[in-house]
């Protein structure tokens, strides 16, 4: 167990909606990270939270926007879905700013778009 | 971001040491060369970085070339568990950016 939650396990809905993914990172981590894992992209780094700010940015769409609160927890928002955007969304937490942090993973959210 | 690679599989038989091969030709002075790896159905979890010597941990060794330009993680005795894939990621000291890049890593079988 590496301390980092994430909720909804499982997530299944239509295209055009809009979800909410959830992550509680490690008790102490500042920073949370969000992942998107797709066969044929494989791993794919989306954005970074450092207490509360926006740190980093990855492949994430204009559709997609997260956000961390003051407890820290984050949320990935995903709207007007596609087929394409099914995957497995992983969170994962590191004590300080990142670079050289180990990084903690959670069990990841399994969303399909039908 | 420096590149790695890895061979797409290897295979091993249970209890005999593993011995997972990682190339960085193009590693810079301030990266560390840090392994994960993801199991079935889970997500990636650390194994173990280092900078320039070797390093032992519960889990594995890391093994570092003296020119740094390749690096091999040690199993010392594969178990069932450790069918994975495993990924040689660099992150640079002081990078601006924290997240790690993930190759295709190396889909490791470990026969019993």
């Known amino acids: 167990d590496s301390g980092v939650t994430q909720t909804p396990k499982h997530l299944i809905t239509a295209t055009g909606q809009r979800v909410t993914l959830r992550c509680s990172p490690r008790?102490?981590?500042?920073?949370v990270y969000w992942y998107q894992q797709s066969l044929d992209q494989g791993l794919q780094f989306l954005i970074q939270?450092?207490?509360?700010?926006?740190?980093a940015k990855g492949n994430i769409l204009e559709r997609f926007s997260a956000q961390q609160f003051p407890d820290l927890h984050s949320e990935l928002n995903l709207s007007s879905l596609e087929l394409g955007d099914s995957a497995l969304y992983f969170c994962?937490?590191?004590?300080?700013?990142?670079?050289?942090?180990?990084?903690?993973f959670g069990p990841g959210t399994r969303l399909t778009v039908l | 971001d420096a590149k790695t690679t890895q061979p797409n599989s290897m295979e091993s038989n249970e209890e005999e040491p593993v011995h997972l091969p990682c190339n960085h030709s193009?590693?810079?002075?301030?990266?560390?060369i840090h392994w994960y790896r993801q199991l079935p159905s889970q997500g990636p979890e650390y194994v173990i970085h280092?900078?320039?010597s070797n390093v032992n941990n519960r889990m594995a060794s890391l093994a570092i070339a003296e020119d740094r330009k390749s690096s091999t993680l040690i199993l010392h005795r594969a178990t069932l568990r450790d069918a994975a894939v495993y990924y040689c990621?660099?992150?640079?000291?002081?990078?601006?950016?924290?997240?790690?890049?993930f190759g295709k890593g190396t889909k490791l079988s470990v026969k019993p």
């Open positions: 994962a937490s590191s004590p300080g700013r990142g670079s050289t942090d180990t990084q903690y």
């Open positions: 008790s102490g981590d500042l920073s």
């Open positions: 939270y450092y207490n509360g700010e926006e740190r």
């Open positions: 193009t590693i810079s002075g301030t990266d560390y």
């Open positions: 280092g900078l320039t």
């Open positions: 990621i660099l992150t640079r000291f002081g990078g601006s950016q924290g997240n790690l890049i």
